[in-house]
């Protein structure tokens, strides 16, 4: 995994990826909203898509089946996903467009390119070095490797085989769970839950922030409401109240 200094995550600067020539920006939870919860994390789903995972997350599918999908990279499973899917390009489009503000994005069949209109610097992500921007996206977003739920249609008849199979596997998983769940937000709940449960924060001075910096402050907050309750105990005579370190590192 990439290693991002926390002084540099937490500060909410944009971080300099030298493997690919150019500085990515950590988005704020109002430029976030442009995009609209939903389409951003499916966006940022797309972009750190594992074909692993991916694999692993499918049902009665070959050996045969899995070396196909295993010669791809991740790069070319990410292709193939906006080959076949345009409304989901455009929403990775955008957010590769906030990840990079200063720069036109191009998906191109076999790169992404990238260049600075201002002063002409360019750069490309290929798959040689799609694996970096991967973690370093995990990182800033916050994000865990999951199973990537997009579908994606490589070439080749043994290929297209496959896909009838996984999309076969997913109808029947959707229909066992069901399609009327209420959609949710957790970041305009943790927001809202922050800005009443702290006396310094507002929801304005919330959507200024990170991702990162507001997860980490949602964790430090609660390690700060338990250490707070413990105290409290103590002075109303309770015992064997377990000690909370509130300032430990997360």
């Known amino acids: 995994m990439y290693n991002i200094d926390k002084l540099t995550l937490i500060s909410g600067i944009d971080i300099p990826i030298p493997e690919i020539g150019v500085n990515i920006h950590q988005p704020t939870i109002k430029e976030i909203a ?22 692993s997350g499918l049902e009665n599918v070959s050996e045969e089946d899995k070396t196909v ?8 499973v990410f292709l193939k996903l906006l080959e076949t899917q345009e409304l989901l390009r455009v929403k990775v489009q955008t957010l590769l467009s ?44 916050c994000l865990s490797s999951s199973d990537m739920r997009e579908e994606f249609n490589p070439q080749g008849e043994k290929a297209r085989e496959i896909v009838e199979k996984i999309k076969r596997g997913r109808a029947k998983a959707a229909q066992s769970k069901g399609e009327t769940k209420k959609e949710s937000s957790f970041l305009s709940r943790y927001i809202s839950g922050l800005g009443i449960g702290t006396n310094a924060l507002t929801i304005n001075n919330i959507l200024g922030l990170t991702l990162y910096q507001l997860l980490n402050q949602l964790e430090r907050y609660s390690l700060y409401s338990q250490y707070d309750m413990a105290i409290k105990a103590k002075m109303a005579g309770a015992k064997d109240v377990e000690d909370v370190d509130w300032l430990k590192d997360i």
């Open 34 to 55: 442009y995009i609209g919860e939903k389409s951003f994390y499916e966006a940022a789903q797309t972009i750190i898509v594992d074909k692993k995972d991916f694999i």
């Open 69 to 76: 999908l295993l010669q791809m990279s991740n790069f070319e």
């Open 98 to 141: 906030l990840l990079f503000p200063d720069y036109t994005i191009n998906i191109e069949e076999r790169l992404i390119f990238l260049i600075n209109p201002k002063t002409k610097h360019s750069a490309m992500i290929d798959t040689n070095n799609f694996d970096i921007l991967q973690d370093v996206v995990i990182i800033i977003l």
